[in-house]
């Protein structure tokens, strides 16, 4: 790549996040909206039998779920979509010799699985009127540091990946690399304390519905990223062929 490269393919990364964030949003609204009314009503329900959850909030439930909603999603697509691209730009032609498109594509499924899939089994995403107010801030730091123990495995994994390649071969490396990760996951697993604040008397469907909405949500932000970026990357680093000068027939 030249040095306007990087440049390029970070203002397409945040335009293809732009794009991934919309798509997110839509799928919020239509699955997820239901979910957190409902479990509003419960909170609600749960106050007016007179446990306190908290004073009345300083925004309309209406504009949380439609501008307040699409803002946070979109700019939150923005700010992903800038960050894969980066990593793209450091990953392509050192995991394999894949072009632009499928660089794009393999780093948006690695994302999903580092900063997504991984940390949704351990520390799963709850409906309001689920968890201790207090312990919020606890909470948020731990699942911030699965993310974070995800990522630094995850390119650990890439490196002991290639270093086995000469030796092993591509495929075999990468199995042994990705069984290292998953075991070095399960080990974060056991070693991080877990999180177990649901009431008793909460429905357990609402709770898998809005988990599962949650993780949708997620995977149609990746997906529409990683098929967009590569779209673009593919146009900006990939040249495209002159056409043909049309052949003067001969007298």
């Known amino acids: 790549m ?3 490269s990087p440049r390029t393919l970070l203002v397409r990364g945040m335009l293809a996040g732009l794009l991934a964030g919309v798509a997110a949003f839509l799928v919020a609204y239509l699955l997820g909206e239901s979910k957190v009314d409902a479990a509003i009503a419960i909170e609600e329900a749960s106050v007016g039998a007179g446990h ?3 004073g009345e909030a300083p925004v ?3 504009l949380q779920a439609t501008a307040g909603l ?3 999603v979109v700019l939150y697509g923005v700010a992903l979509g800038g960050i894969a691209a980066l990593v793209h730009c450091f990953a392509l032609g050192r995991i394999g010799r894949f072009g632009p498109r499928a660089t794009a594509v393999l780093v948006a499924a690695g994302l999903w699985v580092t900063v997504t899939l991984v940390p ?4 799963p995403a709850n409906p ?3 968890g201790d107010p207090d312990t919020a801030a606890r909470r948020t730091a731990l699942y911030l540091l699965m ?3 995800s990522a630094l495995l995850a390119a650990g994994a890439v490196i002991l990946g290639r270093r086995l390649a000469p030796r092993l071969g591509n495929w075999n490396a990468s199995l042994a690399a990705g ?3 998953a075991a070095a996951i399960g080990i974060s697993y056991a070693l991080l304390p877990g999180v177990n604040e649901v009431p008793a008397d909460f429905p357990a469907a609402l709770i898998w519905d809005f988990r599962l909405a949650s993780l949708a949500i997620q995977t149609t932000l990746w997906t529409t990223f990683g098929l967009a970026f590569g779209f673009l990357a593919d146009r900006a680093l990939v040249p495209t062929p002159a056409p043909k000068e049309a052949v003067q027939p001969t007298s």
């Open 2 to 4: 030249n040095s306007a």
């Open 179 to 181: 069984g290292g990760f």
């Open 128 to 130: 309001p009127a689920v």
């Open 52 to 54: 306190d959850h908290g």
């Open 70 to 72: 699409g803002t946070g």
């Open 60 to 62: 309309s439930r209406a």
């Open 147 to 149: 993310i974070a123990l």
């Open 120 to 123: 949704f089994f351990k520390y």
